[in-house]
């Protein structure tokens, strides 16, 4: 089904708040998905996956303290990291750094890394910058992903597919072309349309409904609403 950006936006933001992230991680979230729409690279599933993999536990917040060092780990090792809550995070550590700077940050067992992916490309297109991530699949094997305010491109000697990308660890860091031996090549989007699948759109549909309650006295006292 088509829908519109603000359609998808609003969903998403609403859903999140049923399945309780606070509202600024909401918000993040809405945007990466809204950005996934626009750009027309991978489908709104990895959505569907994420919020499914927070809602039964599978995945769990960051442990905090690592963050100082550059790390982001779930606080427990033996689940995966949510991309809904870490990737916001990630990003705000992204944009403390300096162009020049060449720090990085690495990001272990995330659930969806194509969830973080999209964040960073908002970031790009906000902050007028490039970033890189290397999805690492082991000692000589990674895929690379740079974002920037034109859109995605890739290193790579070999082709893949960016709905394809899958990695317990994620490294990203500002993007500098002279490191790069390969030339990168622009990713080529897989539909043109603001189109949804239908099982996503009610799946999502399902939980933003979750906020609704009966029109009353006592719920506009108290402020009743997803807050859009």
Known sequence: MLVSLS????????????INLPPGIAKE???????????????????VEAFDSLRKKFSIEFDIEETAEGKFLPLDK??????????PSVCDSLSLFSESNNKKVKVNKIDEPLVLLF???????????GFQLTFNYGSDDSKVIVCTSNGFFKFSEKKFL??????????????????????????????????????????????????????????RINNAGSGL
């Open 7 to 18: 359609e998808i936006q609003t969903i998403i933001y609403r859903s999140a708040l049923a």
């Open 29 to 47: 979230n809405s945007f990466a998905a809204r950005r996934m729409l626009l750009e027309g690279f991978s489908s709104l599933n990895v959505f």
């Open 78 to 87: 033996q689940k995966k990291l949510s991309s809904l809550l870490v990737s």
């Open 119 to 129: 964040h960073v490309l908002e970031l790009s297109k906000k902050l007028n910058r």
């Open 162 to 219: 960016v709905k394809s990308l899958k990695s317990d660890l994620v490294v990203l860091e500002n993007f500098n072309e002279k490191n790069h031996l390969f030339k990168f090549d622009g990713v080529e989007k897989i539909k043109s349309d603001f189109f949804i699948e239908g099982e996503v759109w009610d799946y999502f549909s399902k939980y933003s409904d979750l906020l609704l309650v009966e029109d009353s006295e006592k719920s």
